[in-house]
């Protein structure tokens, strides 16, 4: 359904294509992977970033709910 709204068409659809496909067509489709797969990975960092500059460390609060989970049983 979100490829669907993100690129306008759906999974039969793509099917279809990619039976039919050109390489300016594979070459396209790469395009677009390398595109959201950059977007996702700079998205990613930067809320990283974004959670440290807040002051959440997440590998404490994983390493205490371990410990917490354990002491629990």
């Known amino acids: 359904m979100v490829g669907e709204i ?3 068409f ?3 659809t793509l099917a279809y294509d ?3 496909a050109h390489s300016a ?3 396209f ?3 677009r992977f390398w ?3 950059g977007i996702a990975c700079a998205v990613s ?3 990283g970033h974004l959670i440290a500059h807040l002051g959440v460390d997440l590998y404490d609060s994983a390493w205490e709910g371990f ?6 049983l």
């Open 18 to 20: 990619l039976q039919r």
């Open 45 to 47: 960092f930067l809320l």
């Open 29 to 31: 489709l790469r395009a």
């Open 25 to 27: 067509d594979i070459w």
């Open 67 to 72: 410990w917490n989970f354990i002491y629990s």
């Open 6 to 8: 993100l690129m306008g």
């Open 35 to 37: 595109l959201w797969g």
């Open 10 to 12: 759906d999974e039969s």
